[in-house]
C-alpha cells in the first residue's frame, strides 16, 4: 500500500500509519480506500489482537485533502453532492470499520489532528497525546460547513453540549493539556516516547479476549442513552457469555489457587 503503512510484531499487535507526510497525512481517496481494505483484512486475520492508529511525520492527520476536493470544480459541478458521494462511498464505511474494528484501538496522536483528523483520533478505545500534539476542528469557522467524520457524536458524548458546540462552532486548538483535562486522551506523552507507549498499552489490551472488549465498548457508548435498569440487563446478559469464556474460569481458577 501507497498511503498507508502496515507492520504487525510479534504480540499481535498492529500500527496503522497514515503515510502522507508531506501533506500532514490528509485524507485522499486513494488513502480512503487503502484505509477500508486495511481495516478489513486486519479485522479479519487471527493473529492481530490490537490496533494502533497514528501518523508518519510531525502530523496525525489534517482532515480531508482539499486539493482533490477543489479539482473538479467549475461551472455545473454540484459539489455538494459531489462531496456527499464521497462520504457514503468512503469517508463514512472508513469511519464505521474503524469504530467497530473487532479489536482494542489505540490512536497514538503525534501531532495536528484537524478536521477529519480529529474524528479518527477521537474514534478509538484509548486516546494517547504527544506533547506536539493538537486537536482542531476547523470546518464550521474555516470551510462553513458541519463537522463530520463522527467529531459532533463523539465530542459531544465525551466532553458535553457546551464544550463540543465551543469546539466546533469556533476551530479552537485544543492542547495537549486541555485534551486532558478534558478527558478526550488517556495520557499526554513526551513525542519521543509516543509509539512505545502506545505499544505498551495494545500489548495489554491484546491479552484480554476481543469479546470483551466488544462488550466493554458497547456498554460504554451505549449508556448514556439508557437507562439504569436498562444498562445494567445488558451487563447481565453480557456476563452470561463472558463467564463461560476459558478466560475467566481460568482467572478464577488461578486466583483461588493462591
Partial sequence: MEHIAITINEKGVALLELNRPQVLNSLNQALLREMIKALQELGANPEVKALIVTGRGKGFCAGADLTAVAEPHGAGI???????DSMAATFN?????????????????????AGGGAGIALCADIVLAANSSALKVVQVPQ????????????LSRIIGRSRALGACLTGTTIAPEQLMAWGLAWECIDNQLL?????????????????????????????PASSFEASIEEERQHQEEL??????TDSVARFLQR
Avoid at 454540484?78 to 456527499?84: E, L, P, R, T
Avoid at 470551510?143 to 463523539?154: E, F, P, R, S, V
Avoid at 463467564?243 to 475467566?248: D, G, L
Wanted: proline letters at 7%; hydrophobic letters at 50%; one cysteine or more.
Fill in 78 to 84: 454540484d459539489m455538494g453532492k459531489q462531496v456527499s
Fill in 93 to 113: 464505511p472508513m469511519m464505521e470499520l474503524l469504530y467497530t474494528f473487532p479489536r482494542p484501538v489505540v490512536s497514538a496522536i503525534n501531532g495536528i489532528a
Fill in 143 to 154: 470551510l462553513g460547513i458541519a463537522a463530520d467524520l463522527g467529531a459532533n457524536w463523539l
Fill in 195 to 223: 509509539l512505545g507507549r502506545a505499544q505498551e498499552i495494545a500489548t495489554q489490551l491484546a491479552s484480554v479476549p476481543a469479546a470483551t472488549v466488544i462488550a466493554t465498548r458497547s456498554l460504554v457508548d451505549r449508556a
Fill in 243 to 248: 463467564c463461560n469464556a476459558p478466560f475467566f
